[in-house]
């Protein structure tokens, strides 16, 4: 991953990448729940406690959802669209890739605002995944997509964390 490559065209693209983001935002993955009762209540356990951190936070009102409809508030979805245009350069490069890397705006979100550590975000990006595999035993090439995802994720981290001068 050229994340610096990639920061050029996010920040000239911004209003654009901003856009995208909140388009993705009312489906975003932790919003939407299992009506199974084992893996509801495993994302209930994941899944909860970082809602209730970013809407706390952040004064927000995300809610979960068992239906396949987005039922978010638009005043939320207003709400986050601000957080997301007041990030800095850098923090709105590494919410882009983060969030396609886990397909998940809010969990980006939330990992450049170090309010969850990247092991938390990567197990609530593989929740379901990892759940699955219980039944259905570990896939080779999962793992191997996992990995990659992991690595991508600590060289965003890693990213953050490099001074602006050493630019």
Known sequence: MDIKKSEKYIISH?????SLLCRFLPTDTILFWSNTPDLFAYQ???WQPILNSLNTVFKLDFKPTKSLEPI??????R???KLLCNLSDKELTACFLAASEMKSVLLGFLLVKQKITLKEAFAATYLEELYQNKFWGEDVAAQNARQITLNSLQQIEEYLKTDEKML
């Open 14 to 18: 911004r209003t654009e990448i901003t």
């Open 44 to 46: 209930q356990k994941c």
């Open 79 to 81: 709400n986050f669209a």
């Open 72 to 77: 978010q508030d638009k005043s939320t979805e």
